[in-house]
């Protein structure tokens, strides 16, 4: 069994490091996020991308050689204590790698990329709910088949898919849409999400993955809640609109262990003690992914029916089709009317058939294959709008657009602009430069003459925006951002900016409800 984290800081060597001394160092605090995020990991399977990610930002933080040295230690150290097979892996796969990198060749590493700035204006919550769940479940898989494909046959595993191609995935899609610090920190929020949109293992390695890119090694506890209805017994006298009571749940922790408790309306539970029976079969499934089972009802201060946890639910990739065992709330001998086949079942983003029921010595279980990705409309309502996967080759034509633009600043030419593979984008290029060219005269422009150039840039954003979206804020040469933040007191110009530009910064990004005319007074020149 996995030593607590305490006892790991309890021991004689360990707890010199870490306990007693009243400030830790870099390479003790981040190790202590590291043993910490092990002990509390859901999946311990998926710990190969915790301990990738770590060592990514700890690389990505500028570490010394002489710290890395000490990293090496206590890395030695935490090996001395009883540790579970995938921990104990990780941590050996790191000081292999600080051992062959660094120690030997006693250098630190080469210097490490920048990230890359935002060009995303951040997420309303609903929005970003929305977006993890497509993140996830559509365009994950994408992504992730596209690496094995490129990767060799012999890196793949033989039960499943690997944890490390879906962390290299979803950086892949983050890194892609170029998300500010604010969503990228909304993305660590529990409570936008439910077990009902998406599968806790793929979050769970989602979240190593926006740790590193904010360049942090502590992780925040996951949250057990909330729960989602997995299935009723046929016999149960639970109410027909009992999913809705799910809303309430809540966590209760007793000497014994955890039960979830979900409230049951006065009314509601004395129509059900009023049977000969009670009967109140139910599985439910929380987001830390393990199943609950109904136990009783209670009546104490409040009616509740209380569940009793029976084990974590895993997607089984291994064959030709996704799998999921999930649990039965009543035994059977057999399947009534032998139609089980056609029972479906929606979890974890995705609708489930039954393949087959099994009987053990405990209950009766069912096995369900995977059917299909649950459309982003069948989850949310259909009003909301949801946030749209910017392909790379969208993302590859903007930056070639943004090297052009330099390369015609610096050469004084229009020519690299001219010479764009994507011909659709050689106008919004001219335009770009000519307004560039407009503010770095010699002589300031007025605000109408800027207003104009926007406008033009408007129109010749329309037949592309489609395709391409708006123009990022990323790629305007410096000069013209420089002149823009000096205008954002003017309305006008302030709506165009948010109307053409995509990403602006929070100082602009702040849309005037009163647009003015366009041929309301101003003052004569630019600020």
């Known amino acids: 069994m996995f030593a607590t984290f305490a006892s790991h800081l309890a021991t004689p060597r360990i707890a010199g490091l870490f306990v007693k001394r009243s400030k830790l160092s870099r390479a003790e605090g981040d190790v202590q996020a590291l043993l910490a995020r092990m002990h509390h990991r859901l999946y311990p399977e998926t710990t190969p991308a915790l301990a990738s990610y770590w060592l990514k930002t700890v690389y990505s933080g500028g570490y010394s050689v002489r710290r890395w040295k000490e990293l090496d230690r206590l890395l030695e150290l935490a090996l001395a204590e009883p540790l579970p097979d995938p921990s104990r892996d990780a941590l050996i796969d790191i000081r292999n790698w600080i051992q062959e990198t660094i120690v030997v060749a006693d250098q630190k590493p080469a210097s490490v990329t920048p990230r890359l700035q935002p060009v995303r204006a951040s997420f309303s919550s609903e929005q970003l709910t929305a977006y993890i769940v497509r993140l996830l479940n559509e365009w994950l898989p994408v ?50 999400l439910s077990p009902g949109y998406v599968y806790p293992a793929d979050m769970e390695i989602l979240r190593d993955v926006v740790l590193s890119l904010l360049g942090r090694t502590w992780a925040p506890i996951s949250s057990v ?15 027909a609109d009992y999913r809705e009571a799910l809303r309430d749940a809540f966590l209760v922790r007793r000497p014994w262990g955890e039960e979830v408790h979900v409230p049951i309306a006065p009314v509601r539970a004395i129509g059900i003690l009023k049977h000969e029976r009670v009967l109140i079969g139910s599985i439910i499934v929380t987001m830390d992914g393990r199943s609950w089972e109904s136990e009783n009802l209670q009546s104490d201060e409040q ?20 799998g999921l065992r999930v649990p039965w709330p009543v035994n059977r001998l057999r399947w009534s009317g032998g139609g089980y086949s056609r029972d479906i079942f929606n979890l974890f983003g995705r609708e489930w058939r039954v393949s087959k029921w099994e009987l053990d010595a405990d209950r009766t279980w069912l096995n369900l294959v995977f059917s299909r990705v649950l459309p982003i409309s069948e989850i949310f309502p259909a009003d909301m709008k949801s946030w749209r996967l910017r392909p790379s080759s969208v993302d590859m034509a903007w930056t070639a657009l943004e090297s052009a633009l330099t390369s015609s600043l610096v050469q004084g030419s229009g020519e690299p602009i001219e010479q764009l593979r994507h011909a659709d984008l050689i106008p919004l290029g001219r335009a770009i430069a000519g307004l560039t060219e407009l503010v ?11 207003e104009t150039q926007l406008r033009a840039l408007r129109y010749l954003e329309c037949p592309v925006v489609s395709s ?52 309301s007074t101003s003052p004569p020149h630019a600020a």
């Not at 009616?303 to 089709?321: A, C, N, T």
């Not at 933040?485 to 009163?514: C, I, K, S, W, Y």
């Open 143 to 192: 992504e992730v088949a596209r690496l094995l494909v490129q990767e060799s046959e012999s890196t793949v595993e033989q039960d499943g898919i690997p944890v490390l191609a879906i962390g290299k995935a979803l950086e892949r899609l983050l890194v892609r849409e170029h998300l500010s610090q604010a969503t990228l920190e909304m993305l660590l929020e529990p409570e936008l």
């Open 225 to 239: 809640m909330p729960a989602t209805l997995l299935c009723v017994a046929p016999d149960s006298h639970l109410p």
């Open 303 to 322: 009616y509740s029916v209380v569940y009793q946890p029976i084990g974590r639910l895993r997607i089984d990739y291994s064959g030709d089709h996704a």
């Open 440 to 450: 770095t005269g010699w002589r300031s422009p007025t605000y109408e003459a800027i």
């Open 468 to 519: 391409y979206g708006r123009v990022p804020w990323r790629i305007l040469p410096g000069p013209l951002t420089a002149t823009f933040f000096m205008v954002r007191r003017h309305p006008v110009l302030l709506a165009l900016l948010n109307d053409v530009f995509e990403g602006l910064p929070e100082t602009l990004n702040q849309v005037t409800h009163q647009r003015a005319a366009s041929g």
